[in-house]
């Protein structure tokens, strides 16, 4: 569709090259595209027609987001599967918080775009300015069901960030006690304080009681 709706364009020189113009023009106070607008609707579509009339799939608006950092964050599947396949995407882009799709995909534990950026070679070991690594950032948010895929990469599971806190640490300091069971199996030293551990597997364990 979107290779048909370019032939037509083309059928009118002057329509085709305002077309590219507006493709390339910039909106709003950070300076984002047309293809980040749509990349962010799931505008498939238009995805493919942007890129056709010469798009930049790797702009960055003023915060130093990209098309592909603002599907991830609306959690776009069918818009990230469309740029990830595009070859000259760079995966490794960060924004002004130093977070890369894939850390913006494990901050809000989005699993399958999780699973699709790796796949298309995402650095999983990719660590942003606080020390934060993709298995660190879901260990913190306690998506439990986003831990394997990370273990089987061989992630390094003992990692600290700049604080000094280990995976134990961050999952008790925010409460997921579940988290804290798991990596003790995987075998991540206690590290964090003892009376903040109890005191999370107590509220943990209260809470169960109470829905039991």
């Known amino acids: 569709m979107a290779q048909d709706r370019l032939k037509k364009m083309q059928e009118d020189p002057v ?15 950070t300076k984002f595209t047309n293809l980040m607008y749509a990349s962010e609707n799931a505008w498939v579509d238009q995805i493919k027609l942007y890129l056709l009339t010469g798009a930049n799939i790797n702009d960055q608006d003023t915060e130093g987001k990209t098309a592909l950092i603002f599907a991830v964050i ?17 995966l490794e ?38 020390g934060y690594t993709p298995f660190l950032s879901i260990v913190m948010r306690g998506h439990i069901n986003m ?8 992630v390094d599971i003992h990692k600290k960030i700049n604080t000094g806190q280990n995976a134990i640490s961050l999952a008790s300091t925010n409460g997921h006690i579940e988290m804290v069971e798991k990596l003790i199996k995987l075998g991540v030293k206690v590290e964090t304080n003892c009376d903040l551990l109890y005191n999370v597997i107590v509220s943990h364990d209260r809470k169960k009681s109470e829905k039991s």
């Open 74 to 90: 609306k959690n776009q599947i069918e818009s990230v599967k469309e740029l990830v396949k595009q070859k000259d995407i760079n």
């Open 93 to 130: 882009l960060y924004d002004k918080h130093y977070l890369t799709a894939l850390m913006y995909a494990c901050f809000f534990g989005y699993k399958e775009v999780a699973q699709i950026l790796i796949e298309h070679n995402a650095n999983y070991n990719y660590i942003d300015d606080e």
């Open 147 to 154: 831990l394997d895929m990370f273990i089987e990469k061989g």
């Open 15 to 29: 329509s085709y090259e305002f077309f590219k113009f507006v493709v390339n023009h910039r909106i709003g106070p």
